[in-house]
């Protein structure tokens, strides 16, 4: 059974950083690339960013929201994916998903149950 | 960017019934096109991909239809657990999603 757990989320002030962790079970995580998405408080959903599996390269892409301040790296070795978010927002709260990019096509195939990230001071 | 633009926010049908979503964007995503539903506290679950394929385990109540611009998600019978919201997204040049449709009991 695929399962995504996220952990690190928080209160964070505004400036500040914060790393997201995704663990991932159940299938052999070096051979998909994974994906961020958010919901801030009673909207919808926004895709944050994903990375490539190692195979094509192990390379990122951002949203235009949070290029320059988020990154996202993965270690195959323990099946997790991050989320590092630096010069944090107030805009940034939200409930934040780790997914699974399916192996036929890019849509998001599995997610894990989300962390809440709020941003305040 | 993409923008994808759902119909209606709201609707409203009784058990038992059909019920009919779109989904529009701005420019084309060829079949590249899934279906999410989302029910409270609970995250997205993927339910359709390539505008038409359902996922692992989805009920053949759920279909999906379209290609270019246009879509519909139509759920033949509604049953009382999909009552939810419903997003669809486009992941044809990078991803992003429609607003949503409230899919409520009437």
């Known amino acids: 059974e695929v399962q995504l757990v996220e952990s690190g989320g928080g209160l964070v002030q505004p400036g500040r950083s914060l790393r997201l962790s995704c663990t991932a079970s159940?299938?052999?995580?070096?051979?998909?690339?994974m994906s961020w998405v958010r919901q801030a408080p009673g909207k919808g959903l926004e895709w944050v960013g994903f990375?490539?599996?190692?195979?094509?390269?192990?390379?990122?892409e951002y949203a235009a929201s949070v290029k320059g301040r988020f990154t996202i790296s993965r270690d195959d070795s323990k099946s997790i994916a991050y989320l590092q978010m630096n010069s944090l927002k107030t805009e940034d709260t939200a409930v934040y998903y780790c997914?699974?990019?399916?192996?036929?096509?890019?849509?998001?195939?599995?997610w894990g149950q989300g962390t809440l990230v709020t941003v305040s001071s | 960017e993409i923008v994808m633009t759902q119909s209606p926010a709201t609707l409203s049908v009784s058990p038992g019934e059909r019920a009919t979503l779109s989904c529009r964007a701005s420019?084309?995503?060829?079949?590249?096109l899934a279906w999410y539903q989302q029910k409270p506290g609970q995250a997205p679950r993927l339910l359709i991909y390539?505008?038409?394929t359902r996922a692992t385990g989805i009920p053949a109540r759920f279909s999906g239809s379209g290609s270019g611009t246009e879509f519909t998600l139509t759920i033949s019978s509604l049953q009382s657990e999909d009552f939810a919201v419903y997003y669809c997204?486009?992941?044809?040049?990078?991803?992003?999603f429609g607003q949503g449709t409230k899919l409520e009991i009437k």
């Open positions: 420019q084309s995503v060829s079949s590249n």
């Open positions: 997204q486009q992941y044809n040049n990078w991803y992003t």
């Open positions: 990375i490539r599996s190692k195979a094509y390269g192990g390379t990122t």
């Open positions: 390539g505008a038409s």
């Open positions: 997914t699974r990019v399916g192996a036929v096509a890019d849509f998001l195939d599995y």
């Open positions: 159940g299938f052999t995580f070096g051979d998909y690339a």
